[in-house]
């Protein structure tokens, strides 16, 4: 893979997760709204990400895809 910017060979991939946490206004709302079961809705959501994928040039820093 070569850098489009500066034509290097150096260059490596990156790989980032963005993870989705729980809220604690979100859970309270659940509850209040719906009880024990709006606060385990509210849980089935954690954890969940996304995932970004892209390269980085050793020798400019320019990221790209």
């Known amino acids: 893979m070569k850098c489009p910017k500066c034509g290097s060979d ?3 991939p990156i790989s ?3 993870i989705k946490g729980f ?3 979100e859970g309270c709302c659940g ?3 719906f009880g024990p079961i ?3 809705c509210g ?3 954690m954890g969940e990400g ?3 994928e892209y390269w980085k040039c050793g020798n ?3 990221n790209f895809s």
Request: aromatic letters at 8%; proline letters at 0%; hydrophobic letters at 35%.
């Open 60 to 62: 400019c820093g320019r």
């Open 16 to 18: 980032n997760t963005d």
């Open 31 to 33: 509850f209040i709204l």
């Open 50 to 52: 996304r995932r970004k």
């Open 10 to 12: 150096s260059c490596f």
């Open 43 to 45: 849980l089935c959501g």
């Open 38 to 40: 709006g606060l385990l």
């Open 23 to 25: 809220g604690a206004g």
